[in-house]
């Protein structure tokens, strides 16, 4: 090759690949199938144009065929070639992710409510680690739960089992700023 074919040749390949473009349409494209997937309430959040809006409802209303469905989700995808991509990524991740964060808070004061029932040994901990606590109003609590506790391990067959004083403990450590090294 001479040094005007290399030229030529460097030219001709600078933007992405045909293949490239592809991967990067058939993921816009799935995009959009996730994004059909979910409750219109949740997909009006994500400020998409009216058109793209309309084409999801329709996509959401197609049962029948599975071509169709197919065919509409196609066409929503290269609508949203036009779209914010990455706002729309970004707010699904944060759906995703927000939620699992959430979950993983409250199991993490559920089981830091069951703790509290069980020893008081968790309770020195917890004072030690959250300062700014109602000592006295969190210790009733306690006390009122581990009451109840007793009272539903002696109910008979089929009898519902007290629960008030036991929420009540797990709504009064959800207004607590705990971090996770207080749930140990």
């Keep these: 090759m001479n040094e005007n074919q290399e030229e030529f040749a460097e030219d001709m390949f600078e933007g992405p690949s045909k293949s490239q473009v592809k991967r990067e349409l058939l993921a816009i494209t799935e995009l959009g199938r996730e994004i059909i997937a979910l409750p219109i309430e949740k997909i009006k959040k994500l400020d998409l144009d009216e058109e793209i809006l309309e084409q999801i409802k329709i ?24 779209a914010d991509i990455e706002a729309i990524k970004q707010k699904l991740y944060e759906w995703e ?17 069951d703790r509290l029932i069980e020893s008081d040994d968790h309770l020195t901990n917890l004072l030690d680690s959250v300062p700014v606590i109602d000592i006295q109003q969190l210790r009733n609590l306690i006390r009122a739960a581990r009451k109840e506790k007793i009272q539903n391990s002696q109910l008979q067959e089929g009898k519902e089992p007290q629960k008030k004083a036991y929420r009540a403990l797990f709504q009064f450590l959800k207004t607590l700023p705990l971090s996770e090294s207080a749930d140990e």
Excluded: C, D, P, W
């Design 59 to 82: 996509a959401q209303k197609i049962k029948a065929t599975t071509e169709g469905r197919r065919r509409q989700s196609a066409y929503v995808g290269k609508l949203l070639r036009n």
């Design 97 to 113: 992710n927000g939620s699992k964060a959430i979950t993983a808070q409250m199991h993490m004061y559920e089981n830091l409510r």
